[in-house]
């Protein structure tokens, strides 16, 4: 992969991004979605609470294209400037809720650079290069990003030490085994809780997301 006319493989760690907080919703049995991706309420209303003002902290708030078609969310917050969903070719639906409330989104995707009203594409090369997209990111003065699942994609960043901090709020709640498993492999991490905070409807986790990230 070329970047500015050097091979990649020079500075695969030095340039800049914005800080991302990664944060998912699992019930306990390690589901985040229902069966054929169907979305489910994992989170109580003191968890989506806590999120909205994560939300309001961020200057972006990014999603993979899977849950944009899947769960078509609004990601809803009035103080947040940019929606970012990454999608290799560039397509998004002219249903997307992402685009309602006037929201500039900015679609991460292999070729397409260009702007287009509400809507800036950034072109993460062929295939992707994430570091190199959230470096255009940072560049664009983006200096902070809630990322919000799915699982692809939060094990893309988590895999290339991306993630900064990591929330992961365990619902009580058994699913169905038929949907979406976050992690699934058998191995232990030592010391991957930094924090467990009890609250209405389950239990937030803070894990070590480079340790996580080293295990998958
Ligand atoms: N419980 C939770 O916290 C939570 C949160 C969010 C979503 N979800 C659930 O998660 C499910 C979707 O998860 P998912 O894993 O199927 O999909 P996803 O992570 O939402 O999206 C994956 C897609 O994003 C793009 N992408 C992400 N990383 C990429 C990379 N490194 N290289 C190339 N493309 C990349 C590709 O888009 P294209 O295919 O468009 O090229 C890929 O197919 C839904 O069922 C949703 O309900 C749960």
């Known amino acids: 992969m070329q970047y500015c006319g050097k091979d990649m493989k020079e500075y695969p760690v030095l ?8 944060n998912m919703a699992q019930a306990l049995n390690g589901y985040i979605s229902g069966e054929g991706g169907a979305r ?3 989170s109580s209303q003191e968890d ?3 999120v909205m003002k994560l939300r309001d902290e961020v200057d972006a708030i990014m999603i993979g294209g899977n849950t944009m078609r899947l769960d078509n969310p ?6 947040c400037r940019y929606r970012i969903v990454i999608t290799s070719k560039g397509k998004i639906p002219d249903n997307a809720n992402l685009l309602g409330n006037g929201n500039r989104l900015i679609v991460i995707n292999e070729d397409k650079e260009e702007n287009d009203g509400n809507i800036s594409y950034i072109s993460a090369g062929r295939p992707m290069d994430l570091r190199i997209a959230m470096n255009r990111l940072y560049e664009k003065g983006i200096r902070s990003i809630l990322l919000e699942g799915g699982k692809t994609t939060a094990e893309s960043f988590l895999k290339l030490g991306m993630v900064d901090v990591m929330y992961l709020f365990v619902g009580y709640m058994i699913m169905e085994g038929k949907g979406i498993h976050l992690f699934d492999h058998n191995k ?3 010391d991957i809780i930094e924090d467990a905070v009890l ?3 389950g239990v937030l986790l803070r894990l070590n997301p480079i340790k996580l990230g080293e295990s998958l």
């Open 15 to 22: 340039l800049k991004r914005p800080r991302i907080i990664l």
């Open 40 to 42: 489910v309420q994992i």
């Open 48 to 50: 989506m609470d806590r």
């Open 74 to 79: 609004y990601l809803r917050s009035d103080k």
């Open 188 to 190: 232990r991490i030592k």
């Open 199 to 201: 609250m209405n409807g």
